[in-house]
T-cell receptor
Framework: AQTVTQSQPEMSVQEAETVTLSCTYDTSESDYYLFWYKQPPSRQMILVIRQEAYKQQNATENRFSVNFQKAAKSFSLKISDSQLGDAAMYFCAYRTDPYGGATNKLIFGTGTLLAVQP | DVKVTQSSRYLVKRTGEKVFLECVQDMDHENMFWYRQDPGLGLRLIYFSYDVKMKEKGDIPEGYSVSREKKERFSLILESASTNQTSMYLC?????????????????FGSGTRLTVV
């Protein structure tokens, strides 16, 4: 079974600095999707960034980028120029590529609570 | 612009009560999911449905059931609420796989129902 591990329960960063959140996963599959979701105090889960395993290029969305190491099964999130609005719980998640009818389940890590200091 | 709506933001119920958590999506998605979120445990899948009247157990289905009579609505039922079911419940929906180039594998989440069982 696939698992997702986030080893940092809490992180803190100064405003305008850069922070990296770690995520590792375990799977025997070759095709899959990885995600980072943000959950602010409003509780609304927001998709931050996603990575297709078949793509070698690391995904980037404005100040958010990932370091996807497929062989090491690592998927870290880098937030550059951190802002106060980035303070939230961040979840790493894995989903099987459903081509061929595989399950659609999204498997989550336990989350990292990010604090941004002014 | 709300696309997944959970009927209650906060709910307080008594032990032994039958509890219904409602979720409605307006994106015509085939797949719908119920997750439970607890501190330190992340999000855990309770049940999911990939079509009307279809349902599958997730990782923690015990004590829960679901109903999907219409495509847009997915209900989570606690047959006899217990204090260990006090938690945050998140509903989500996703599109089915059609073509890799067009596929959007992310989920859209509701804003959660915080249930307290006393």
């Amino acid at each position: 079974a696939q698992t997702v591990t986030q080893s940092q329960p809490e992180m803190s960063v100064q405003e305008a600095e850069t922070v990296t959140l770690s995520c590792t996963y375990d799977t025997s599959e070759s095709d899959y999707y990885l995600f980072w979701y943000k959950q602010p105090p409003s509780r609304q889960m927001i998709l931050v960034i996603r990575q297709e395993a078949y793509k070698q290029q690391n995904a980037t969305e404005n100040r958010f980028s990932v370091n996807f190491q497929k062989a090491a099964k690592s998927f870290s999130l880098k937030i550059s120029d951190s802002q106060l609005g980035d303070a939230a719980m961040y979840f790493c998640a894995y989903r099987t590529d459903p081509y061929g009818g595989a399950t659609n389940k999204l498997i989550f890590g336990t989350g990292t609570l990010l604090a941004v200091q002014p | 612009d709300v696309k997944v709506t959970q009927s209650s933001r906060y709910l307080v119920k008594r032990t032994g009560e039958k509890v219904f958590l409602e979720c409605v999506q307006d994106m015509d998605h085939e797949n719908m999911f119920w997750y439970r979120q607890d501190p330190g445990l992340g999000l855990r899948l309770i049940y999911f449905s990939y079509d009307v009247k279809m349902k599958e157990k997730g990782d923690i289905p015990e004590g829960y059931s679901v109903s999907r009579e219409k495509k847009e609505r997915f209900s989570l039922i606690l047959e006899s609420a217990s204090t260990n079911q006090t938690s945050m419940y998140l509903c989500a929906s996703s599109a089915p796989y059609r073509d890799r180039g067009l596929y959007s594998p992310g989920y859209t989440f509701g804003s959660g129902t915080r249930l307290t069982v006393v």
